[in-house]
């Protein structure tokens, strides 16, 4: 896996601005974070979207794949003032269930999505290197 930064730009900050990599390639659906169960035990957006990487990671153990094999993440959220108010909390999610690595990334905001209590789906890609 290689992170691609071109010559005199900023380091970006909790992304990647791109990922070279060949391998297996596993596709999520947008995973909203609620459990097993189709329950919001979460009510914040942080914590909604700490659960959202818990069961991306548990999809992508199905296939022997890993958070570190992330390549792509897009992630809806229902408010962008409060992503920003929780970037802190997020942070610290993101570390405890990825890690170190950082993804290319996008982060859109969306009126609402397709499940009422939901506040962040995230859309993962990884690949698996052969």
């Given at each position: 896996?290689?992170?691609?930064?071109?010559?005199?730009w900023?380091?970006?900050?909790?992304?990647?601005?791109?990922i070279?990599?060949?391998?297996r390639t596993?596709?999520t659906a947008?995973?909203?974070g609620?459990?097993?169960?189709?329950?919001?035990?979460?009510?914040?957006?942080a914590?909604?979207f700490?659960?959202?990487?818990d069961?991306?990671?548990?999809?992508?153990?199905?296939?022997g794949?890993?958070?570190?094999?992330?390549?792509?993440l897009?992630c809806?959220?229902?408010?962008?003032?409060?992503?920003?108010a929780?970037?802190?909390?997020?942070?610290?999610?993101w570390k405890?269930?990825?890690?170190?690595?950082?993804?290319a990334?996008a982060l859109?905001?969306v009126?609402?999505?397709?499940?009422?209590?939901?506040r962040v789906?995230?859309?993962?890609t990884?690949?698996v290197?052969e």
């Amino acid at each position: 896996m290689k992170s691609l930064l071109p010559p005199g730009w900023p380091r970006p900050k909790g992304y990647a601005n791109g990922i070279s990599v060949s391998g297996r390639t596993i596709y999520t659906a947008g995973v909203v974070g609620w459990d097993a169960e189709e329950r919001f035990s979460q009510d914040s957006l942080a914590g909604q979207f700490e659960q959202a990487l818990d069961n991306i990671a548990a999809i992508l153990a199905c296939d022997g794949a890993g958070p570190h094999h992330l390549v792509r993440l897009t992630c809806y959220v229902t408010s962008i003032d409060e992503y920003l108010a929780s970037l802190k909390a997020i942070g610290a999610a993101w570390k405890r269930v990825v890690g170190d690595h950082y993804p290319a990334m996008a982060l859109v905001e969306v009126a609402r999505l397709v499940e009422p209590q939901a506040r962040v789906e995230i859309e993962a890609t990884a690949v698996v290197p052969e």
